[in-house]
Structures are given as structure tokens and as C-alpha cells.
Nanobody
Framework: QVQLVESGGGLVQAGGSLRLSCAAS????????MGWFRQAPGKEREFVAT????????EYADFAKGRFAISRNNAKNTVSLQMNTLKPEDTAVYYC???????????????WGQGTQVTVSS
């Protein structure tokens, strides 16, 4: 079984930055890709970014391009999301996920963390 634990959320003013981290554990942790999703109150969970575990190839949602950066540390089994120039509309619970394919669709990821709250004040 794979366990994912996010950290790094919090309250930040608009224009500020946060770095989210996700630590993975499990006897045979070897995903094809890791992703970040977010869910704001009353909205569906949406794709933020994904990274292929072996190659490091990344994909981003349009709103994340140029502001967010996903990275991974294979040796430590961690994936991070650096978020810059944050906006109030970035307020959401952010989740990391692990899956067996690269996808922007949440249902294609088998393992999920519990989420970390990000609140951006105006």
C-alpha cells in the first residue's frame, strides 16, 4: 500500500509564495507519475500539475503555467509544488496523487494524500 502525506500549506497574502511537499511511503513505491490537484469549496477537484517519476517530464494546467513548478526527488520519494505569485482564486485544498499513467484526470490516480489547505488573502 502507498501512503502520501502533504505538508506546506497555510495562509499567504496575494503575490506571495508557498511550497507544498508530498512524502510517499510504501514497500514498493514506484509510480509512473505523481500529480497535484486542488479543490475549492463548492467546486470539483481540478488538475494542477503532474510529473513523470522516471523522466521528470511535467505538465501543467493553464492557470499554473509560469507560476507553479512541480519537482520530484526520487531518492527521497517526495514531490513538491512551488507556487509563486499566488492569487485569491488559488485558495483550495491541495492534494498529491500517485498513478500508473500520466493524466490530468483525477480518477486515473490510485493513491491520494489527505490534502493541505492553501488560503490566499487579498
Amino acid at each position: 500500500q502507498v501512503q502520501l502525506v502533504e505538508s506546506g500549506g497555510g495562509l499567504v497574502q496575494a503575490g506571495g509564495s508557498l511550497r507544498l511537499s508530498c512524502a510517499a511511503s510504501g514497500r514498493t513505491f514506484s509510480p509512473y507519475s505523481m500529480g497535484w490537484f486542488r479543490q475549492a469549496p463548492g467546486k470539483e477537484r481540478e488538475f494542477v500539475a503532474t510529473i513523470r517519476w522516471s523522466s521528470g517530464i511535467t505538465e501543467y494546467a493553464d492557470f499554473a503555467k509560469g507560476r507553479f513548478a512541480i519537482s520530484r526527488n526520487n531518492a527521497k520519494n517526495t514531490v513538491s509544488l512551488q507556487m509563486n505569485t499566488l492569487k485569491p482564486e488559488d485558495t483550495a485544498v491541495y492534494y498529491c496523487a500517485a498513478g500508473s499513467l500520466t493524466s490530468r484526470i483525477a480518477t486515473n490516480y490510485a493513491y491520494w494524500g489527505q490534502g493541505t489547505q492553501v488560503t490566499v488573502s487579498s
